[in-house]
């Protein structure tokens, strides 16, 4: 079975649209056209991943309430939002709510299809590596390649997808220099710096919330990113 993809876009024609140019690319499309209508429909099985438009009918931020919903149900599901607004407060609070990606909808088709292609590799590589490195251990830090899984010091931290492979590419060869170009290339990534900076920020977050001490990412400015040795 293809990968299923579920959008959620209030304006007819935007949805039908995307729906058809997704499904000529071969992949299983579900379209929901509110909040609700989106929780009800993945409520049974989520999708592999969720395209969300932030402004949601009589819901300003309908989007927002619909990711923190969903990351609370999984945290690889993979989402990205497609949205008209493009400030930059929108994009990090999407971002911080666990989102994946942020686009705008002026973006080209082969753009976004581009960017679901980049993260759907990511998820296909869980079963490459694992097959060869179930488990990697720097420190405190461990990660489960098999379950998608990251703990520090026996505490689990729950990171996205995104997130966990971030980490995966900092935390393999501590005290090597990432610069942004190549943790997106070894994160299998396709996004802009901003996007880079706040999965960086989001990342530090959840691990000083079990150790407020956590400082093994460290970032040279204007240089990159790199795990403390």
């Known amino acids: ?28 499309v579900a379209a929901y056209a509110s909040r609700r209508e989106a929780m009800a429909g ?5 999708p592999d991943l969720a395209l969300i438009d932030i402004g949601l009918q009589d819901e300003i931020d309908g989007g927002f309430t619909l990711c923190r919903d969903l ?3 999984s ?3 993979a989402i990205i939002f497609l949205t008209a607004r493009d400030s930059d ?11 994946d990606d942020y686009l ?3 973006v080209s088709l082969p753009h976004l299809l581009a960017r679901i292609s980049a993260l759907f590799r990511r998820m296909d590589a869980v079963a490459m590596h694992a097959d060869a490195e179930e488990l990697l251990a720097r420190g405190k830090l461990q990660l489960d390649l098999k379950r998608m899984a990251a703990t520090w010091d026996g505490q689990p931290v729950p990171l996205t997808l995104t997130e966990f492979w971030m980490v995966h590419a900092l935390a393999k ?16 990534l396709t996004v802009d710096d901003a996007t880079i900076t ?27 990113y790199r795990w403390k040795a």
């Open 42 to 46: 993945m409520q049974a099985r989520l």
């Open 198 to 224: 706040s999965h960086i920020k989001r990342m530090r977050k959840k691990f000083a919330a079990v150790d407020n001490a956590f400082d093994a990412i460290e970032t040279l400015y204007g240089m990159g």
């Open 75 to 77: 945290e690889t599901l």
């Open 1 to 28: 079975m293809g990968k299923t993809i579920a959008i959620v876009e209030d304006e007819p024609a935007i949805r039908a649209n995307y729906a058809e140019a997704l499904r000529r690319q071969g992949y299983e």
């Open 71 to 73: 990351r609370a149900k």
């Open 104 to 106: 705008t909808k002026d």
């Open 89 to 99: 407060f929108d994009t990090v609070a999407g971002l911080r709510m666990g989102a």
């Open 173 to 188: 060869f501590p005290g090597h220099l990432k610069d942004r170009d190549t943790l997106m290339h070894e994160a299998k």
